[in-house]
């Protein structure tokens, strides 16, 4: 049983709260896992060449290359992506897109899998749950479990955030609000999150201890998939 986790925010891991929400789930499953971070690499959105109808093998040559085989042997993924203008960041949005090379014919390589979905704003990650669990379902992943946390915005940093007009502090408390330390997100200090975040993983190592069948999930989701594609016409 190996577990894929994928943070997809561009900061460090030390103070990304999606790294740190993806770990946790990670830890939580008792199961083997690998842990990348998006931060830094080279991954372009699709480009609708149509050079993988073939083989469900993308022809872009960057570092999705790699990625696509640890994708290709995970049992299960737990995705985390940060919220940027209520939407999940541009890198895990290139990543997302790129598994349209395994959406071709009897490309059945990721069909009936398992995926936990993570995600972190300056508010909340809902948005970003939604949208991971959207792209996961196209493939036929089940999101067995969102996980959404609050993480510091940049204007808690960027030293002029307690007077930006712009900035998310302005913005909740209005201009002149003074920030204490304590105020600045932290999702490993949300008792909340940090629960969600292990009973997410507990419940993704019981579902594929549990005689996890890629078979039945499979169905299931073409039929949420259908559903989806009737109501949307
Ligand atoms: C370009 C940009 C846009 C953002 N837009 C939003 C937003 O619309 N809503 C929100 O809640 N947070 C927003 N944020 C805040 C981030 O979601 C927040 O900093 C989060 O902690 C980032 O996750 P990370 O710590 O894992 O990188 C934005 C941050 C950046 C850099």
Redesign the pocket.
């Known amino acids: 049983m190996k577990i894929l986790g994928i943070?997809g925010?561009?900061?460090k891991p030390e103070?990304?709260?999606?790294?740190?929400?993806v770990k946790e789930v990670l830890e939580s499953t008792g199961c083997e896992y690998e842990l990348i971070s998006l931060r830094g690499k080279r991954i372009s959105g699709c480009i609708a060449c149509l050079g993988c109808v073939e083989d469900n093998i993308c022809v872009i040559e960057d570092d999705m290359a790699d990625l696509r085989e640890k994708i290709v042997d995970a049992d299960a993924y737990v995705i985390?992506a940060?919220?940027?203008?209520?939407?999940i960041?541009g890198l895990t949005h290139a990543l997302m897109e790129r598994l349209y090379q395994f959406r071709h014919r009897e490309g059945d390589t990721l069909w009936g899998k398992l995926a936990v979905a993570v995600g972190?704003?300056?508010?909340?990650?809902d948005i970003c749950c939604d949208q991971i669990e959207q792209f996961m379902a196209y493939n036929f992943i089940e999101t067995i479990a969102k996980v959404s946390g609050?993480?510091?915005?940049?204007c808690y940093y960027c030293g002029y955030g307690e007077t930006c007009r712009v900035g998310?502090i302005v913005m909740m408390h209005g201009e002149g609000y003074k920030i204490k330390e304590e105020e600045i997100?932290d999702?490993t200090k949300c008792p909340q999150s940090i629960e969600s975040a292990q009973k997410a993983g507990q419940l993704l190592a019981e579902r594929l201890k549990n005689n996890h069948d890629r078979q039945a999930v499979t169905q299931k989701m073409q039929q949420v998939m259908m559903e989806k594609f009737k109501e949307s016409t």
Do not use: Q
């Open positions: 943070s925010s561009t900061r103070t990304s709260g999606t790294y740190r929400l985390g940060p919220n940027f203008f209520t939407c960041n972190v704003g300056g508010s909340n990650g609050s993480g510091a915005a940049c998310a997100p999702v």
